[in-house]
């Protein structure tokens, strides 16, 4: 399975099957088309996220070239440089009055709701997570949201650019909405700003020996990611408790919320992988990997290895344990793990409280991507009529 594309239109549609056959016939194999090696079990992607002295973020500790310091996210940097970055946001995270933005999510989704009650049908991932995920973001941050269109349209480029390697012709667009991104940010540093995590992280950073320029490539990553990431999990959740009769009614319990939004993570998580670099020859299951390359932990592959979790593709919303890889793990894991979880809460909730139970208008709409795998148009009703087929 060395020909693995995740671009193929039946993989888009539904790459599980193609992973069950990457996980029992080729768990670790060289892929020419992504210039690395790909992992699919979950005893190997978590290996690859934990073992920070062997598999890089910070890819310049395996000879690639790469920006300075100072232009890199705690994403992309390894201890000691990665260490003080992530206790300067964290800590500010952790300060935040999360249970306030909570509240706000809680209500932001159920204006929107309010709004499309009588609606014949509406784009879910267009009308309802983008503009509750940006309120949230920006909440968080302590700025004033961008206008919702035109901010999506640019997050979308970024979000392709990912897949750059795989289709050159979305850099361009890419490099173009980061310009205007980062136009937006500065307005950020220099006005006026509400209590928040960037007037905290700006404050801080001094003492915790944190550049301007690292706070700048951290916000616009734990914003960027806050947003698509929520996005992502929030389309993804919803569609599978549209698809599985039964499941949102059982989401009144409320011993049952937390194992819930997890299952829904594991399920149908947002990120598909990422990539570590090899910082000394190692092996995988047997298979040799030199000092240089590239490593492609595959998470979408890892949360249905049976292996791990028991019926893997069935929607268990009372699974436990559940150690899925979704937001990824350990230091590196996921910025907008956090703001995933409370949109997916709030969503849960406002949905159970519609005064029809909502179902799926027409099928899910998926543009290719390889990185982040979410609907771009989900459509939603709250009307009795049978959907499209």
Known sequence: MSDYDPLDAATVADPYPVYERLRKNTPVFWSERFGSWIVTRYSDCHRVLSEVDVFASDWRRAGHEAPPTAALSMQELDPPDHTPVRR??????????????????????????????DAPSFDFTAEVARPVALQAVCRLLGV?????????????????????????????????????????????????????LLTQVLHGAGAA???????????????????????GAAANAVLALLEHPGALERLRD????????EELLRYDGPVQGTTRACVETTTIDGVTVERGRLVLALFGAANRDPERFAAPDELLLDRHPNRHLS????????????????????LVQELLAAPAPPRLAAPPVRVPRATLRYPDRLPVTFQNAEPER
Request: with cysteine; proline share 6%; charged share 20%.
């Open 144 to 196: 004033e949201p961008p206008p919702v269109a035109a901010f999506a349209e640019l997050s979308d480029a970024l979000v392709r650019g990912m897949d750059a390697g795989l289709l050159p012709e979305v850099l361009e667009p890419a490099m173009a909405a980061r310009g205007r991104i980062n136009a937006l940010m500065a307005e950020w540093f220099t006005a006026h700003r509400r209590p928040g």
């Open 209 to 231: 020996g944190v550049t301007e320029d690292a706070v700048w490539n951290n916000v616009r990553v734990l914003f960027l990611a806050g947003f698509s990431t929520t996005v």
């Open 88 to 117: 300067l946001f964290t800590t500010a995270l952790r300060d935040q009055d999360l249970d306030a933005i909570a509240a706000f999510a809680v209500r932001d989704t159920a204006a929107v709701f309010e709004q499309l009650a």
């Open 327 to 346: 937001l990824g793990w350990g230091p590196h894991a996921c910025s907008g793990a956090l703001l995933a979880r409370i949109i997916i809460r709030a």
């Open 254 to 261: 409320p011993a049952l919320l937390d194992s819930g939004v």
